[in-house]
């Protein structure tokens, strides 16, 4: 059976560029599946057309572009794909919507959820396939721990305690802004941590056990001043989160707390989650993405125990498109599961989750937390 | 060099009692130290007779009491040393301090810290030599965490975070109250995780980085009513925190989360902190007590790692006195050394601590936490 | 700078075609190089026609062969990649490499060290580049390990232990032979987890430390019967060894010990070794693909203990192509990277290791092992 | 009801003098027992009697000798407790048992196996109670492991693999002999790391799984000559084995593999063992001796993995004697342990395991390997 082509527009050309590029590149030969994806044309800004030539040439973009209106206005592209910086990520979707195109974005979502939810109306009427980036939860690991939920193995959730820790702005040489660190800068990532970090550990925990009714924060941001990347001699004040936590009640009745923090020496891509439930436990490290922790509370008593299940076997989520048991996968493949999932909900006709009104619950959550920094008060949750 | 006899007393029979009996006939044969403790006399409530007197023969205490004013009126007794529930430290203590006598006491110090305030100037008004039993700072490998940041290879501290969680309350059929569930009971307890296993994580985190500022809290009690023990027909709802979390911010500037909880279903006694400095940071875990884990920023590059120190060798904090490299101890040790270490302070005429007055800090951290979970608000630590 | 092509023929379409397709498509996008290879045919014997023209299909492999005669003879192919079974390794190479084609062979080299000697010489008397496929020593920790060694870090070597335990025979219902079970049919394997899984624990092992002078073995075989693939109604004995062990001398006064099974439940693909040094030690599991172990006997002695390294970083081997630190990569990057290095050996007019003379030195060691475990005697190893 | 008491005569006051005069004093306080140990005497080489005195007043023991013939003949001891040296067991054990005494004995049983069966033959001629303190079978892990096995958890057993890495004589200046280091001296200790190390993996081998068949050896002693520890300025060439490795065949068909050194840097006390069976496994480490990894095939497929089963629990041997659940144990528990079943072996009138007959069979695997190693050819165990 023939497949259906898809032409691709991917916006950006930077990391997430290049995981989003290897996706389109490798899904077709580990999947089977109905459409197949044509990397069409890559974008970026006309400051960055040295970098966007090569990168469209490794990768077999088939075109480039420099000004994303006349990306969305192309006939010949199907998909358009956020992979810029957050600031970006707006205007970009809702012309998408408005041209008709199915839009995927990288999280989080927006600056802000009032943007977010704009993008949200956007897609939904236009009535475009649309999907934020959360590639954490397709770490098979992960999926499975969602199946294990589902499967009611954990029964009443108690507690839901997440962590994502990282080292590397420790150093006060580190510079803000320009095209490689934007995500220090404020106006361009919108917040620090918790956009860039927490939305993921917040996409994952409500996946996995529901909506967030409130939630008490503290930020803190370290190093107060840095350099400017794009010119060093101009030093401005830091207007991100260094670090984030914060508790929260879940609508199910559960506590949680959820940590985030560039200034945790030694960790450099810890996100954690721990689920306790009434009959058993989960728990979940990214430094270990093959394994997942679980506790069964009704093995015999004697011999009961955390059970560190090795999560590259064929019974476990995606795990038989690839080796054989024992050999691992990495973080590329879980944009690869994503894109996957992605297209066959295209085929199958169901708009494959996390979508932008999902990826909106996240953003909100994120903003509530950063207003109850400022307030010094427990903030509900939007919506 | 003969040895100086020091009478002690003993409140209390039940589990602390062991431990602490423990400690007192083992001190002596693996420390060298100037004072002998001698098991002088033990004392229970008379409706713990029939437990009382198989407790005092089998760990060899030359008498028993069922009246503690009698105790602490006894001349031949020169430690009177706390193990009864939290409701009772107070009264005790303050009389054995007005009675000249070194007063020692398990914690929490008081069922708050206004009872903690008067134990403190008590002690102090009397002059006696004064102690509470957080033996786990005398957990080899959490010695070694104070050691490593004393000699500044952590530099400045960033992040702390503390868990203590059990799982064995999740049952609702585990009734509340009585002579061995008195945990459950607010009344002789005072409060519930908060006290008892929040306590603990509080001590260690003042000793090792400082006071705290404020915090933020929130608690829960996931079963709400219990059946008694004394008697089972009698059902009554359940008024301690079954689980506690708070997010803190120290003095020194770090930021700190905390959580403990009776509902983690497969943790045991997973008590564990982690603190990240700017050099370096240790992490620990009591489930696994004879190891630390460490980062050192200033290793190679290629080779840097968490170092899982194994905390059995001469070189290690009270490890000369046990038994080889690689050999280990276990929880009963921290009271030997909490005692040994108390000991040696008489003999040189210094206080050890955590004195009363210590005591009290962590006490007023538990107070600000629980009153927190009830206004919502960030709450300062008083003193 | 235009890229040479470079043309793949590529000999076999099962899992190792899958594992070698995977690179071919991948090396360009992430290793700057000035080879590019291109997919040019791909062979399988006729009977395996149906399941040669999807898989070309599916890799982008240019044009078929079902004789592989022919496929040598093609002036079109610059390269002859072996990936059939051990059985037609000999045959193929030697053809090729008097057709004056570059020869790439899966491991192990050869049914046997007489088959092996042929094989390195052809290539070595047609003088092309050739190597074959020990896909871990790329595993960036394993690399790491070496490089530790050569830096002098472990000092004079006193032990080896290695072991490479499976699980998935322990069923009598697992038939043998067969296209996809031919690992159990000595006569298409030549032995059982001697060639398959301890010619690469001993190619590790040879790279490491250098070579074995002695060995001693025993080896098993548990289910001593089973149904062949192709015809389950026949049934024949199991001529494979499901388990070998040997003790080893190395050249260096090192001893070693050597285990495999596909007899250890619970264990998936279990690739382990330790080296234990004067000055240092190193560990590493397959299982946990990221991460070496290292003892630094120089620390202080109060902080030494065993590192794990988390071998994700831009100063790791091989990983600066790939993604950020934390961010792990699997098992079929080893294949990208043995790739890479042989493509920059071609650039620069290196051999790059192992060669097939190299491989007959692993060969060399497992045919005196499974001699030994004949003899019931010490065997040396020959060359 | 009164205890019985037990007259101990304890024979040597070295390191183990300790181990066991700490299992006296306390065994009685966890344990409930009919017999009560009493420290009656201690006894030492006249050359020791400056260290003998302070060690007797320490612990308790009631009088000292400097013969050990006085010893055995005092009326007023039931129990010869033999801590000596290697090469004093043989001729004290059977002049005990001759004398009609309990004797228990430290491992290794003898300096050879020829000495070993006189002294099993003599307890038995004197229907004496005896015991050899193979310490580490009562490690509630190993002890539950134990249990597994007998309960049929493992099924048909496939493999064994034990290691006992230590690393404490890598340095060239320790020096052998003398008080403390007669381990390093083969006219003492009869062996290096195989009477010391590998006789503890070999008893626990043995235990769990049965007798061994054959076995084929390798020793190595890396460093040739030392000062001895008497006269600093004498060099005399090492005899014992600083490291022995070994390939077994048990009776029931398991292939094993054993392994030991004290050149194993970074390992301090690594004593090891896993065990694979048809439907599980287990593994454990010295290490972390209060956990025990299991593998139980029979769990679903999506959620098998390895236990860490965390044995504090009072479902777990000997555990409710002592704290609550997470709370650890340690080294010196093992020998209390030890001791608790004794005495209840006395009281119930069987001999508890492991007997004089029993250390035997160890020692005749000890000797087929150190025969191994010398003639480098397989070795039927006697016996």
Known sequence: MAKKKLNIGLMGCGFM?????????????????????????????????DKLEPFAENWGWQSTETDWRKMVERDDIDVIDIVAPNNTHHDIAIAAAKAGKIVLCEKPLAMNSAQGLEMAEAVEAAGVANMIWFNYRRVPAITLAKQLIDEGRLGRIFHYRAKYLQDWTISADVPQGGQTLWRLDAAVAGSGVTGDLLAHSIDTAIWLIGGVDKVTAMTETFIKERATQDDPSVRKPVLIDDACAFLAKFKNGALATFESTRYARGRKNQNTFEVNGEKGSVCFDLEDPHQLQYYDHSDDAHVVGWRTILVTDSHHPYMKQWWVPGCTIGYEHTFVHALADFLKGLETGTFTTPTFREGLETQRVCDAALKSAKTEAWEKVEG
Chains 1, 2, 3, 4 share one sequence.
């Open 17 to 49: 560029g290049r995981t989003h590029s290897n996706a389109y590149c490798k899904v077709g030969k580990f999947f089977d599946l109905g459409y197949e994806p044509v990397l069409k044309a890559a974008c970026a800004r006309i400051e960055d057309k």
